[in-house]
């Protein structure tokens, strides 16, 4: 399965199109839902984006908790920064970024724990560009999916 076939299972079985506002307030006739995807498409999503091994994979909630629970057999969640004992080093997870809060949030509480984030990637980057992170998709992927008529 190529780059290209995976982006397309991946927005054929996560978009949702309706009348939504999403967690950053914005209004939108589609949302991204990371909890629709098959397990299948998992391992190949793992090799494109690549993940750091020097991180422990840490899922931002809901979407990115249910990723990195279903991807990896240790991960670390927020709740054990606040709780300890804590990894040292993590890479941020998350289904979508739209403004980069819950990526700047977490990253707040895992550095105010003297760890370090090492990596922040997501399925989704719709933030057009204004939140660096490495992606699977990007808003420019979605529209171009959604004007074809999917």
Known sequence: ????EINRQLMDQCI????????????????????????????PIKLILGFN???????IPTGGEWFVKHSFIYYAKLTDFLEGPYPTQV???D???????????????????KARVVDR????????GLYQCRSV????????????GA
């Open 53 to 59: 091994p020097e991180g422990m994979p840490l899922g």
């Open 121 to 128: 990637v997501c399925l989704l980057n719709r933030s057009g």
């Open 1 to 4: 399965m190529n780059r290209e």
């Open 16 to 43: 949702v199109k309706g009348d939504f506002v999403l967690h950053s307030g914005q209004k939108s006739s589609w949302k991204f839902e990371a909890e629709r995807m098959s397990l299948e498409l998992i391992h």
């Open 95 to 113: 289904d979508v970024v739209t403004t980069g809060a819950s990526m700047r949030a977490a990253t707040q509480v895992i550095e105010g724990s």
């Open 137 to 148: 998709l990007t808003l420019e992927d979605v529209l171009a999916w959604l004007e074809v």
């Open 91 to 93: 890479t941020l997870f």
